[in-house]
């Protein structure tokens, strides 16, 4: 099974909180539902975390080349 991408897991997440946030959530699903958005958050943070890690070493290799020096 393919893994969700970063849009699709923000968009579930966006559903849970509004869900939560609406008290729609059944008393039977809230737990799952907290813990769903719980791994979500996690998940997307680390993805952010590593993307932000990848762009400053793709600007560092662009400035040890000279092509970007001010």
């Known amino acids: 099974m393919k893994e969700k991408s970063y849009e699709e897991k923000l968009e579930e997440l966006e559903d849970i909180l509004d869900r939560l946030d609406n008290s729609e959530t059944p008393l039977d699903d809230l737990a799952k539902d907290v813990k769903r958005g719980a791994k979500l958050i996690k998940e997307l943070d680390a993805k ?13 290799e662009f400035d040890k080349k000279g092509e970007a020096k001010e």
């Open 48 to 60: 952010l975390k590593s993307v932000e890690t990848e762009v400053q070493d793709a600007f560092k």
